[in-house]
């Protein structure tokens, strides 16, 4: 799972988007981080960045990444 998705001029023309999910303490999506930009100056670069914000404003909220591992198991 990559944790993040590509917006290609989906949504308006000429604008590029990258998302990611914010998580809750129980392991539920509960809302999203996205960085806009004219598509020709969206950078890959900023996957990382972005990836790290989500991250911290879902751990924020209560959100373990050992959560997310025992829902896996126990949800397969």
């Given amino acids: 799972m990559q944790g993040f998705a590509y917006d290609n001029e989906e949504a308006e023309e000429g ?34 960045p972005l990836l790290k914000a989500g991250e911290d404003i879902s751990e924020r909220l209560g959100y373990t990444k050992e959560q997310s591992r025992n829902f896996a198991l126990n949800n397969r």
């Fill in 15 to 48: 604008v590029g988007c990258i998302g990611t999910l914010i998580y809750g303490a129980n392991d539920q999506v509960v809302g999203g981080l996205s960085i806009s930009a004219p598509i020709e100056r969206r950078r890959d670069e900023w996957v990382e």
